[in-house]
């Protein structure tokens, strides 16, 4: 059982260019959720989604954009990237509010 | 505002011994509360779900309690051993919303 599966592991991105950071589960989760952790400053929500074709903006989604079109996926866009989204990011998910959260290994991304 | 802490931030034990980790929070408005443990480099790994309603949850050699009125949370580790070391988060689930707010964690080191 994959559990929630994000890739790439490491990206090296350049200022200004564009990536999606993949997640999927297979746990048939409605919510699923977009996280970066940076050093001592914990993990800070980026977006959410409770369904497929609902997303919602978290604590700091400036630069960032996300679909959701199917349950199983939720890919994380960066537009234009700048080192300050240099950072490692987690995909989450749950079934709903009450219940137990899952998450992938994480993509580490630096933008130089 | 949800402010979540954990003391200490840092904690080095010899093996064999007991040991308790500390989550406070400010709003007791919660409905759940979750311990992840992080390896370095690593995603998150669920380690006990305590509902709102409950008191305390047991997996192996670890409790953790919920005490709302007071705003406290403890994640208590039996017969530590090395392979204990790691990061400890407490993430709570708040009434208000679909999110996790999750604590800044406490750094356990377990020498054999």
């Known amino acids: 059982n994959a559990g929630v599966t994000q890739t790439p592991k490491f990206r090296i991105l350049k200022i200004g260019q564009s990536m999606t950071l993949q997640c999927a589960q297979d746990?048939?989760?409605?919510?699923m959720y977009w996280y970066r952790q940076d050093p001592g400053m914990g993990l800070k929500l980026i977006y959410y989604?409770?369904?497929?074709?609902?997303?919602d903006k978290g604590e700091v989604p400036n630069g960032y954009n996300v679909s959701r079109s199917t349950t199983e996926d939720f890919p994380l866009r960066l537009e234009l990237a700048a080192p300050s989204q240099t950072s490692v990011y987690f995909c989450?998910?749950?079934?709903?509010?009450?219940?137990?959260?899952?998450f992938g290994q994480g993509t580490r991304l630096t933008v130089v | 505002k949800q402010e979540v802490t954990q003391i200490p931030a840092a904690l080095s034990v010899p093996e064999g011994e007991n040991l308790v980790l500390n989550c406070s929070f400010t709003?007791?408005?919660?409905?759940?509360l979750q311990w992840f443990r992080q390896d370095p480099g690593k995603g998150l790994t669920s380690l006990l779900l305590i509902q709102s309603s409950q008191r305390e949850q047991t997996s192996g050699r670890l409790n953790a309690s919920l005490d709302k009125s007071s705003g406290r949370s403890t994640l208590y580790i039996a017969a530590s051993q090395p392979g204990d070391s790691a990061t400890y988060l407490c993430?709570?689930?708040?009434?208000?919303?679909?999110?996790?707010?999750f604590g800044p964690g406490t750094r356990l080191s377990v020498l054999p």
């Open positions: 746990m048939n989760h409605n919510y």
């Open positions: 989450a998910s749950r079934t709903d509010r009450h219940t137990e959260a899952f």
């Open positions: 993430a709570l689930g708040p009434n208000y919303g679909q999110n996790f707010v």
């Open positions: 989604s409770v369904g497929a074709g609902i997303t």
């Open positions: 709003d007791s408005a919660i409905y759940n």
